[in-house]
Each structure stands twice: as structure tokens, then as C-alpha cells.
């Protein structure tokens, strides 16, 4: 099994085929949502039965390559019509897989209006029925459930600073962030070079979340323009992708033979 590589082939091969049982300690990934979204190679309107089979299968090669303390970011989104649809591919990624132990909302903008705040982006529907939909999920599956997670790399400084000395507990100024994360989209700097590309942020969170160290091993199964094996080359971490269009895996390639290193939140952002 190579690491710090990018391998141009279909996941469930790759996970079944190339990887060893057991040796995975991460797994960030957003697969296709199923929403006509246009990829250069991937068909994104299956049949439905047809896409839940699919994700049944993704969860049984995820669980076999996974460690027995891995963890599984699975990022999906849906649509404002269709708000059971996140949950039903969820039940497939666990149904005979893998435990559901954490499900995060990621939030793309949010209205705070006593703060007077009004923060993020996302692009507006038409729609005088449905609200637009500003957030996804992050479904974190595990083995067993009860994976030992490092909530405080991720903490948020407390507000009320009397809390610190309250609690025996509390040695810091971190609490538990919680399961809502407000991530927006980056600015898209130049041209778009992949329809469906997540914020850096997002798989630096859950990397950060589950612990990692320079022997941490990181699978993105479906990883477009290699986002979440660019942050892991940056923690310091051995990274794997798949992915089956030529175009987005030459740019997750190009991506990652860069040099530069970006600079990470802290815990006390
Ligand atoms: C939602 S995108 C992932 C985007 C990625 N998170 C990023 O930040 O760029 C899903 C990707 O899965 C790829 N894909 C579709 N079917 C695949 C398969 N069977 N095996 C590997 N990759 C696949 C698509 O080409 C697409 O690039």
C-alpha cells in the first residue's frame, strides 16, 4: 500500500483491491450527492435504489479498511425539497457498516441578529415555498461508536471566563465547540475547477477532531480537487485518494505537489 498518493481508479476497487483491511485512521469525504450536479465523468442523477445500493457499498469497503479506533467523515448535503434524503444515505452508509456517533451541521452562512451578525455565503433559490439551504451534514461513523475524540483541538475560548475556574474540569479557556460548525466557503479566487469542492476547513476539523500524528493515515475515496489530502499533507499526515476523472485527479495531483503551507486556525481562533 503506497501513501501520498493519488489513485485514478473507482473507490470501492481501490478500498476492496489496493488498500490492506484494518489501515485507515481517517476517512474525510463528500461523495456525489445525486443532485444532477455536472461532473466531468460521474453521472449524478442515478436511480435512486440504484445510489443507496451504491452508498450501502461505499460503507461496507470503508468499514473494512478502517482501524478499529477510525473514524469516518461523511459529508453530504441536501436539497431544500428533499430534507430526508441526507439521512436516508446515511442509514445506508450504516446499515450492516458502521455506527453513527456524531452528526455535525456544517453551516455555510447564518443570521445572528442580536450580535448583528449576517455572515457566509450561498447562492439564493427562487422560491417562495422553501427556505434556502444553508447547511449540510457531517455524519462521523465509527466501529464501534465510542471512538476517543480530541474535542479541545477544535474548542471555542469560553465567553464567561468564570467558567474556567468553576469547574475542575476546566484547566483552559476551551469548551466543546459542539456539533454546529460555522464554516463559509472560501472566495473562490479564480476560474471554478471543481463543481463540488468543500472548504479546507471543513476536513481540517474533522482531522483535527479525531487527533492526528505524522503516522496518521488520511483516505479521501472521493476526492475531486484533493482537498482533503491537501490539508493532510499540510498537518503532517500520509494521505490516499481515489478518484475516477482523469481531469480532477491530475488537479488534486498539481494541488499537491505545491509547496505552500497555509496557515491553520488555532484552537483559539
Ligand atoms: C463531491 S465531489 C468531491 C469534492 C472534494 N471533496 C473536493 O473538495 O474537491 C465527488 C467526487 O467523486 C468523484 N467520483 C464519482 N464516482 C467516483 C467513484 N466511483 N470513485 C472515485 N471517485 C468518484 C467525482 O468525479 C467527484 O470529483
Not at 22 to 49: A, L, R, W
Not at 83 to 89: G, H, P, T
Not at 130 to 144: G, I, P, Q, R
Not at 184 to 207: D, G, N, Q, W
Request: glycine content about 6%; overall charge negative; aromatic content about 12%.
Amino acid at each position: 500500500m503506497d501513501f501520498n498518493k493519488v489513485y485514478e481508479i473507482d473507490c470501492i476497487n481501490g478500498m476492496n483491491e489496493v488498500l490492506e483491511e484494518n489501515s485507515i485512521d481517517i476517512i474525510v469525504t463528500s461523495p456525489p450527492y445525486n443532485i444532477g450536479v455536472k461532473y466531468n465523468s460521474h453521472n449524478d442523477n442515478m436511480e435512486f435504489k440504484d445510489y443507496l445500493e451504491w452508498m450501502n457499498q461505499f460503507g461496507k469497503a470503508c468499514k473494512r479498511v478502517l482501524k478499529d479506533n477510525g473514524s469516518l467523515f461523511f459529508n453530504i448535503g441536501d436539497k431544500a425539497s428533499d430534507e430526508f434524503k441526507a439521512f436516508d444515505v446515511a442509514k445506508q452508509v450504516n446499515n450492516n457498516n458502521l455506527i453513527l456517533q456524531n452528526t455535525i451541521h456544517w453551516i455555510k452562512s447564518i443570521a445572528v441578529p442580536e450580535e448583528d451578525i449576517n455572515i457566509g455565503h450561498y447562492k439564493p433559490i427562487n422560491s417562495r415555498r422553501y427556505l434556502n439551504n444553508l447547511h449540510e451534514y457531517v455524519f462521523h461513523f465509527t466501529k464501534s461508536g465510542s471512538v476517543t475524540l480530541d474535542r479541545l483541538a477544535i474548542g471555542v475560548p469560553y465567553a464567561d471566563k468564570s467558567n474556567i475556574g468553576r469547574w475542575k474540569s476546566v484547566k483552559n479557556d476551551l469548551r466543546d465547540r459542539g456539533n454546529i460548525w460555522y464554516i463559509p466557503y472560501e472566495t473562490v479566487k479564480s476560474e471554478k475547477e471543481h463543481p463540488a469542492a468543500f472548504p479546507k476547513r471543513l476536513p481540517e476539523m474533522c482531522i483535527k477532531l479525531h487527533g492526528f500524528n505524522e503516522n496518521t493515515i488520511v483516505l479521501d475515496p472521493f476526492m475531486g480537487s484533493g482537498t482533503t489530502c491537501v490539508v493532510a499533507k499540510e498537518l503532517g499526515c500520509k494521505y490516499l485518494g481515489f478518484e475516477i476523472d482523469k481531469e480532477y485527479a491530475n488537479l488534486s495531483r498539481s494541488k499537491l505537489s505545491q509547496k505552500e503551507i497555509s496557515n491553520y486556525i488555532s484552537a483559539q481562533e
